[in-house]
Nanobody, 122 residues
Framework: QVQVVESGGGLVQAGGSLRLSCAAS????????MGWYRQAPGKQRDLVAT???????NYADSVKGRFTISRDNAKKTVYLQMNTLKPEDTAVYCC????????????????WGQGTQVTVSS
C-alpha cells in the first residue's frame, strides 16, 4: 500500500510564511511528478505547483514569485514554501505523487494526501 501524508498547514497573518511537507511511503518503486493543488470553499480544485523527478517546476500564475516547490527524492517528500501569504491563499492544500509501484510495469498511479488547511487572516 501507498500513503501520502501532508503536514505544515495552519493559521497565519497576511504577509507571513508557511512551509508544507508531503511524504510518500509504502510500496513504491519510483515517483515521477509530485505537486500541490488547493481548494477554497465553494471553488474548484486548482493547481498550485508541480515538480518533476528531475526538478523541473510549474507554478500557477497567482503564486509565482511567492511560493517555491522543492523535493527530496531520497525522503520521497515534496515541500511547498509559501511566502507573502494573502487571504486569497486560504484553502485546503492537497499534494499528489505519481507513483510506479512495480518495476515490471510502466503504469503510474496518482496518489493523493488527505489535505491540510491553510488559513491566512487579513
Amino acid at each position: 500500500q501507498v500513503q501520502v501524508v501532508e503536514s505544515g498547514g495552519g493559521l497565519v497573518q497576511a504577509g507571513g510564511s508557511l512551509r508544507l511537507s508531503c511524504a510518500a511511503s509504502g510500496s513504491i518503486f519510483d515517483i515521477d511528478a509530485m505537486g500541490w493543488y488547493r481548494q477554497a470553499p465553494g471553488k474548484q480544485r486548482d493547481l498550485v505547483a508541480t515538480i518533476g523527478s528531475g526538478g523541473s517546476t510549474n507554478y500557477a500564475d497567482s503564486v509565482k514569485g511567492r511560493f517555491t516547490i522543492s523535493r527530496d527524492n531520497a525522503k520521497k517528500t515534496v515541500y511547498l514554501q509559501m511566502n507573502t501569504l494573502k487571504p486569497e491563499d486560504t484553502a485546503v492544500y492537497c499534494c499528489h505523487a505519481d507513483i510506479r509501484i512495480s518495476g515490471y510495469s510502466s503504469t503510474r498511479y496518482r496518489y493523493w494526501g488527505q489535505g491540510t488547511q491553510v488559513t491566512v487572516s487579513s
